[in-house]
């Protein structure tokens, strides 16, 4: 049997690491380093010549990284050189604002696409890979405002969907990311072209949408025929609105009025209708 020394030489080798130890560290010992909760031990790992770019990918990789050893990396310009761990640092959630804005703007197109749509990543890092993106279309080439039309985050697809290119167009409003509240953006927009108006009028989706068919209606660049077949399913308050002085052109005005002295007759009134139900159609009392 081993006597009490030997076991009291054995547990010492299993004492907390220290600062000490992670300087000299390698091999084994240094990987096992990189996962230790205190910051003292992974500051000073960072000062040891052992240490390498994958090791700092594992460091980085730890959400629980203390905000005090990303200020560190974010310092050395050594582990900046290197494409994948600049974006590790510019993604991670305890890099510092100002930093991480720094490193977003040398990211590729396609990572700041994949930052902006991360469910893990933070609602501001999100926004601020977004306007990176939104920063840098006015250079882009088609090809790319075709794949971000088709596949970026809603608030990119909807400003390309307003540039109007007939190869965007089509792409960004089957985007899956789009939402009713980027097409009314564009909808509002002055001098968006008749034919982003057309397709979004002619969209299985969007065409569907009772706000979107009410931003549709206001709109003069819609054709009368596609207004006049939205008023039925709009609610009289809403063609009250619309018929009021200034909304909408002066025949589309007739037809509002029209409209509304036909549900009159037919016994609705305002009280009985309530606001769109959550599947973008007004709901009814009965």
């Known amino acids: 049997m081993a006597d009490s020394n030997d076991l009291t030489k054995t547990n010492d080798t299993r004492d907390p690491p220290t600062a000490q130890h992670a300087l000299a560290a390698s091999g084994e010992e240094l990987a096992a380093l990189l996962h230790s909760n205190v910051e003292e031990v992974l500051l000073t790992l960072l000062k040891n010549p052992a240490l390498t770019e994958t090791d700092v990918a594992v460091l980085l990789a730890r959400k629980n990284l203390p905000a005090g050893v990303i200020e560190e990396l974010c310092k050395r310009r050594e582990w900046l050189k ?34 902006a749509l991360l469910p893990g990543v933070s609602a501001e890092l999100k926004r601020n890979a977004e306007d990176q993106l939104i920063a840098r279309l006015p250079q882009l080439p088609l090809g790319q405002k075709i794949t971000l039309g088709r596949r970026g985050p809603a608030r990119v697809a909807g400003l390309l969907l307003a ?5 965007v167009v089509s792409v960004a409003l089957d985007n899956s990311h789009l939402t009713a509240a980027q097409i009314l953006k564009v909808l509002a927009r002055e001098g968006v072209s008749e034919s982003v108006i057309h397709a979004i009028a002619q969209h299985r989706k969007w065409s569907c949408d009772y706000n979107v068919r009410l931003a549709l209606v206001r709109n003069p660049a819609t054709t009368l025929a596609t207004s006049l077949s939205y008023l039925p399913e709009l609610t009289v308050s809403d063609l009250h609105e619309l018929a009021a002085p200034g909304i909408v052109p002066h025949p589309l005005r007739k037809y509002l009025e029209a409209e509304i002295q036909r549900r009159i007759q037919g016994g609705e009134k305002l009280v009985a209708e309530k606001e769109p139900s959550d599947d973008g159609q007004p709901s009814k009392d009965t």
């Open 82 to 115: 290197t494409y994948a761990l600049k974006k590790a640092l510019a993604c991670h959630p305890h890099t510092p604002r100002l930093a991480s804005l720094r490193l977003l703007r040398e990211l590729y197109l396609m990572d700041l696409m994949q930052i």
């Open 163 to 167: 540039e109007g290119h007939p190869l």
